[in-house]
Every structure is written in C-alpha cells, then in structure tokens.
C-alpha cells in the first residue's frame, strides 16, 4: 500500500484532510503480513486517526477524531474492535463522519478503540497456556476473524446514508 492509494482511500475525509494525512513514522518498516487494519494517531494532529484496511482488491480507509475529554482514569475500559481492556489512558471514544451527504449533514458514528489504534498488535499477545487453549494458532485466527469483522463493521456503519 502506497501513501497516494491511502490518501485516495479515505472515504469520509475531504481532500484536504487526505492532503494533510501524515503517514505513521514507521510506514515503510510495517509488517503488512501482521496487520489486520492499518491504524495510527496523525503526528500533526493528535486528535486525529486513520484506519485503512483492503476491502477486495483496494483499501478502504476512514478519518476518526478523538473526543475531546478524558476518559476515567480508574475505569476499565475496553476496546471494541479488538476486546482487549486497558486502564487510564489505553482506550479512547472516537467518532467518524459518515460518508457522503450524511457526512455532510453532521451525522456521525463513534465507538471506543484502543488509543493507539493499534489492534492487531494487541490481539497477538501471546495465548495464555492454559489446558482450555488447546491450539494458540486456532485462538489467534479466532481473535483476527473477530477484529476484522468488528473493523468492517464500524467501517461499514460510516458508509450508511
């Protein structure tokens, strides 16, 4: 994936919020092979994200911002996309425009996510080995069937008129 394909991908962005996209530090080092969905924090503007997966033969990417305010500290929270349960800071609401006219017209569509937008790395922590995991492998393509079905989801809900 190229950097112009992730620009041209974003479906609820404006083309200056596609112009101004800054690509994660690390673009060109990603292990593409261990990433369910792309997903990064804007170095420019940390209130924004971007989440880009393939949809068929091309990505499909969406503009998400951060609510503004804290989260509690003390609660634990849980992401939606991945499962995974963190304290503090770990978990952020993010709401994304929709597409299209009803983007246009204000509606938007928002659900708690990791911090770092960094799912698929949080779903390949190792398998606790205990007599009820009996195939690690058979977990982990588990827990990927579920993170890109929640991914698609949310994308698609950005998608509805």
Not at 54 to 59: C, D, H, L, S, V
Not at 92 to 102: I, K, M, V, W
Not at 133 to 158: C, I, N, Q
């Amino acid at each position: 994936m190229t950097g112009i394909e992730i620009r041209h991908s974003l479906v609820n962005g404006s083309a200056t919020e596609a112009a101004n996209l800054v690509l994660p530090s690390n673009f060109v080092e990603l292990d593409w092979e261990n990433l369910d969905y792309l997903g990064w924090r804007d170095s420019h503007s940390p209130h924004l994200g971007y989440i880009i997966r393939w949809q068929g033969e091309k990505p499909m990417g969406i503009v998400v911002r951060e609510a503004d305010g804290p989260l509690s500290k003390r609660r634990m929270m849980m992401c939606q996309l991945c499962r995974a349960t963190h304290t503090g800071h770990g978990v952020s609401l993010f709401s994304a425009r929709r597409a299209g006219e009803a983007g246009m017209n204000g509606n938007t569509v928002g659900t708690y996510i990791c911090a770092n937008l960094g799912c698929s790395g949080n779903i390949r922590v190792d398998v606790p080995q205990a007599s009820y995991y009996s195939d690690p492998e058979s977990v982990l393509a588990e827990k990927v069937m579920g993170l890109e079905t929640r991914v698609s989801g949310f994308m698609l809900d950005v998608m509805r008129p």
